[in-house]
């Protein structure tokens, strides 16, 4: 699972042109589900967003030392798939992201997950599968990518130059051993002509 948190002084999500959910201060947060996340994705992700320290110490004058729960903030969140897009041909594909049926199902246990780690009421929603206008004031701005398993969705930099490195020693061998096998043989032909 991936969110993108984004802290603000107040959202709102309007559908068909009835503002269906709002909060003022604490988090908006995109939630995009990938094709084989479970209860494990979901368990890690609310911690996350509930224990981010996004948050000043306003009496101390410090910043990231509060989380929305600490400031009894309100949280929106917003299915969002297209999170989930692989986008290296131009058009977006997403095949990444969960079908729509189990993908509600999954989305409804985050919501009720994240209640219950926190403040039922503190928690709102849009309207899944719905075209919806996210309207928000970032405070700051800041915004934080969460996953609940980034390695998994997406390949690193030195796992593919690993790849690639390993591919190229393979190369190399291959024509290390063509080169000894033509050696070989050119050696084994000289040989025979001097018999003679």
């Not at 967003?49 to 990231?64: H, R, T, Y």
């Not at 919806?132 to 405070?139: C, F, G």
Request: contains cysteine; charged residues 25%.
């Amino acid at each position: 699972m991936r969110a993108i948190v984004q802290r603000v002084s107040a959202a709102s999500v309007t559908v068909d042109n009835e503002v269906i959910s709002s909060i003022g201060r604490g988090l908006t947060v995109l939630v995009g589900i990938g094709r084989d996340d479970n209860a494990t994705d979901l368990e890690s992700l609310t911690k996350q967003i509930l224990s981010l320290k996004v948050f000043p110490d306003e009496s101390a004058g410090v910043m990231w030392k509060k989380s929305v729960k600490d400031i009894e903030g309100e949280v929106l969140c917003v299915s969002q798939f297209t999170l989930f897009a692989n986008t290296s041909k131009g058009k977006p594909d997403f095949h990444r992201a969960m079908a729509s049926g189990p993908s509600r199902d999954l989305y409804g246990s985050f919501l009720k997950r994240m209640g219950e780690l926190y403040k039922p009421e503190k928690i709102k929603d849009g309207k899944f599968g719905a075209m919806m206008d996210v309207r928000l004031t970032n405070e700051g701005p800041v915004t934080f990518t969460l996953d609940s398993r980034k390695f998994e969705y997406v390949e690193q930099p030195a796992a593919a130059a690993s790849k690639k490195a390993s591919a190229s020693v393979k190369q190399s061998d291959a024509v290390r051993t063509e080169a000894a096998a033509a050696t070989a043989a050119q050696a084994s032909v000289a040989d025979a002509r001097a018999a003679e």
